[in-house]
């Protein structure tokens, strides 16, 4: 089935430890997000790729690094994971155009203790 | 100041009946969508409808339609007809500017629960 595909679904790290949340879309779409989800305050951006080859900070970029690996695949990294970072991790695409919604991966759950 | 302002946290309605929830906004580009977003208890993020700063007319999706008042600033969500569902947190989002590499900024949601 096309969509935005996210693994993995779970993960337990401790603190200080790092890890790469893999997403990749087969709809060829040219855009592509990560957002963290946190309990009351809805989604929040964290780096999008505009197009292939450019990558931009969103509203909270702080302790993630991402990698626009092709026009398919957008991974995140946390480098050294803090608890602040326990939460629900979305990727999503979109293709060029103001009109047009994002297509959503299944997300990821990080607990960092 | 917030982009996107859903102001109730929570709301209740009966199986069948009609309900709405508020969304309101605020930017000064003249060029922006709006969009609202379905995440069941499940957890994925489902695209319900679109309503862009030019459309002269509400949009309307089988039972969802989206209430547009420009001047307000607001594009609240009617529901008909709820069923149980229907049951989630619903969210409002916008993309601004006319490029189309915008992002969607969301709202903090709004969870709808129906009862029988």
């Known amino acids: 089935n096309a969509g935005v595909t996210q693994t993995p679904k779970f993960q337990v790290l401790k603190t200080g430890q790092s890890m790469t949340l893999q997403c990749a879309q087969d709809?060829?779409?040219?855009?592509m997000y990560w957002y963290r989800q946190d309990p009351g305050m809805g989604l929040r951006l964290i780096y999008y790729?505009?197009?292939?080859?450019?990558?931009d900070k969103g509203e909270v970029p702080n302790g993630y690094n991402v990698s626009r690996l092709n026009k398919r695949e957008f991974s995140l990294r946390l480098e050294s994971a803090a608890p602040s970072q326990t939460s629900v991790y979305f990727c999503a695409s979109s293709p060029v155009g103001q009109g047009n919604g994002y297509t959503f991966g299944s997300g990821t759950r990080l607990t960092v203790v | 100041a917030q982009k996107i302002t859903q102001t109730q946290p929570g709301m209740f309605v009966q199986e069948k009946e009609a309900v709405t929830l508020d969304c309101t906004y605020d930017t000064s580009d003249p060029s922006y969508g709006l969009f609202w977003y379905k995440q069941p208890s499940s957890g994925e993020m489902i695209f319900l409808i679109y309503?862009?700063?030019?459309?002269?007319q509400n949009a309307t999706e089988g039972r969802y339609s989206l209430n547009f008042q420009k001047a307000r600033k607001s594009a609240n969500l009617v529901i008909s007809a709820s069923q149980l569902g229907d049951s989630a947190m619903y969210f409002c989002a916008m993309r601004e500017g006319f490029s189309g590499y915008s992002t969607l900024t969301f709202g903090k949601g709004t969870m709808l629960l129906v009862s029988p």
């Open positions: 790729s505009a197009s292939e080859g450019t990558t």
């Open positions: 709809m060829n779409h040219n855009s």
């Open positions: 309503q862009g700063s030019y459309d002269q």
